[in-house]
């Protein structure tokens, strides 16, 4: 177990300033933590991991704040008193995150059954559950049974609200491809493959993903029946945009032909192609590339005779990106989405490479990926995150919340509140997005 030595700015300055005086200092104080893997301590500004199940550290003698988190796990406080030379074991057992359901019906009464067990009468909360998907079922004398499911992701309370009195049907809806955006009546209610329960009536449904032109149609919902949709999306074509340094190189996808650098592409049907580019005197490029409906990739290579290349995308903005130790680039914002700029890198040697991406106010502050070059060809890495707290949304109640934004848009943004989960707000919620800036 390795000892970490923590010693205050003041408190070294003061031992310089007495060193003459031959005045030893008090002997530090030995702490050692264990716990499960993965436990993290913080103090103050630092952050310690317990990657073994223990950590040691020597600190002076005084009261120290600590706070442990780990994932899935609820944080704790603790505030130590260390004794100048005392060695302190502690052991850290935190709790599993639980939380609670709301569960209310019209009209209330109806008995909920979970298990075969009943647990209450509606309006109903149970609480202390640990995180994950639950279902029960409504009874009540005179009223069809109606069972309810619900997720709890966190250690936010959900609620479920059931309305016997409606005439109720069953909507659902799939699509090719899936997780496609549903909206009904011009509200974002789920993602394909949906099924949901709704009262007798019409309905606009529309969907819409990423690459392919939205469907919108009317869905008629009937009493006690399941109305089923399932739709084919329609793939907007994609594109590339090939150059080459020098210019003037032939441009071949899939052994036919296309034209000379700088060479546009712009109608082909999302796929895996094969690309290779040639000019005399220079080793030839080849990659293969994947085709996304609507999006229009840009390509570039340095033709070059003995080397490889790389490219990847690194988010968000103002991460400092090192290859095999060297300082190659600062991720840059493109657009207002939250995308950055492609980033590559040529004239690399054959063989294994190291990447390093970091930012000091990620967590954690640091990744490492290894990858391999090959000659005359250029490597396409899977794109790369840090969670960096670079943005505060203030919500339409007064709520002021912290975060990583992964993707902005007029409609809704993508929001990382913590390392790990990545959530959809809706901008109708919201006062204020504001983007944090790193001096």
């Known amino acids: 177990m390795k000892l970490v030595w923590l010693l205050p700015v003041g408190v070294m300055m003061f031992l310089a300033l007495v060193t003459g005086c031959e005045k030893e200092p008090p002997p530090r104080a030995e702490i050692v933590f264990t716990g499960d893997p993965g436990t993290t ?50 052991a850290l057992k935190l709790q599993p995150q639980r939380s609670g359901v709301l569960i209310e019906s019209k009209p209330a009464g109806a008995d909920v059954v979970m298990d075969g067990k009943s647990v209450g009468t509606t309006p109903l909360v149970i609480d202390n559950l640990p995180v994950g998907k639950y279902s029960a079922e409504l009874r009540l004398k005179g009223y069809a049974v109606r069972k309810v499911e619900w997720t709890l992701e966190d250690e936010r309370p959900r609620s479920v609200k059931v309305d016997l009195n409606s005439n109720i049907g069953k909507l659902e ?3 090719k491809p899936a997780k496609a955006q549903v909206l009904l009546d011009g509200n974002v209610v789920g993602a394909t493959p949906y099924s949901t329960e709704l009262e007798e009536g ?26 089923s949709v399932d739709l084919q999306l329609t793939a907007l074509p994609g594109g590339i945009q090939v150059n080459t340094n020098p210019e003037g190189a032939v441009v071949i996808l899939n052994d036919q032909r296309r034209g000379l650098t700088p060479c546009r592409i712009s109608d082909l049907k999302p796929g895996i192609y094969e690309l290779r580019v040639e000019k005399a005197g220079y080793d030839p490029e080849e990659k293969t590339l994947e085709v996304t409906s609507g999006f229009q990739d840009e390509l570039h290579f340095d033709l070059l005779s003995s080397t490889g290349s790389v490219e990847f995308d690194v988010r968000p903005a103002g991460v400092t990106v090192m290859l095999d130790g060297e300082v190659i680039a600062l991720t840059e914002e493109e657009g207002d989405s939250g995308a950055t700029k492609l980033i590559r890198k040529a004239g690399i040697s054959p063989g294994t490479h190291k990447l390093t991406i970091s930012h000091r106010f990620a967590y954690p502050q640091s990744r490492i990926v290894e990858f391999e070059v090959t000659k005359g060809k250029t490597t396409r890495l899977k794109p790369l995150e840090l969670w960096i707290a670079n943005c505060e949304l203030k919500y339409k109640d007064g709520r002021v919340e912290r975060g990583a934004l992964f993707f902005e848009n007029d409609e809704f ?20 997005v504001r983007k944090l800036t790193f001096e």
């Open 41 to 90: 301590v913080h103090l103050r500004d630092r952050v310690f991991h317990l990657s073994k199940g223990n950590l040691g550290l020597l600190l002076p003698g005084g009261s120290y704040f600590f706070r442990f988190t780990a994932p899935g796990k609820v944080g704790e406080w603790q505030n130590i008193q260390l004794k100048a030379g005392e060695k302190r074991n502690v």
């Open 202 to 227: 019409k309905y606009t449904l529309r969907l819409e993903h990423p690459g392919f032109t939205p469907q919108e149609q009317p869905v008629v919902v009937t009493s006690g029946e399941t109305a």
């Open 173 to 175: 809806v799939t699509s």
């Open 413 to 432: 943004v993508q929001f990382g509140p913590e390392p790990g989960i990545k959530i959809q707000i809706e901008k109708s919620r919201l006062e204020s």
